[in-house]
């Protein structure tokens, strides 16, 4: 039987996979407001740990994001930087600096 290692390994991203993950993850706020969804409802985003804009938010197993912290998320994920929701949510509340701070597009 082979185990596979399920430890990521971290990649830099380039401006085009920045640019298409951050354009997906704004679709879904897009998307909630077509659907009705007030621009000025607000709910709590675990990773924040308070009221964010609901358009955009998403459900991450336990866990509702706020688009922005869904969109960090997202882009540590496909840089290998972390390894599932439940770690990204330790990392923002306990980490001393931002570790993962968004680049600038």
Not at 53 to 79: D, H, I, V, W
């Amino acid at each position: 039987m082979v185990l596979r290692d399920t430890r990521s390994v971290a990649r830099c991203l380039s401006p085009t996979q920045l640019a298409s993950i951050r354009t997906v993850m704004q679709g879904f706020v897009e998307d909630d407001v077509a659907r009705g969804v007030s621009p000025t409802a607000r709910r709590f985003c675990d990773a924040c740990e308070g009221p964010s804009s609901m358009p955009g938010c998403l459900a991450y197993e336990r866990y509702l994001l706020c688009n922005l912290c869904a969109t960090a998320y997202e882009l540590a994920q496909a840089a290998g930087c972390v390894q599932s929701p439940g770690c990204f949510l330790r990392d923002k509340r306990c980490a001393e600096t931002e570790v993962y701070a968004l680049p600038t597009p």
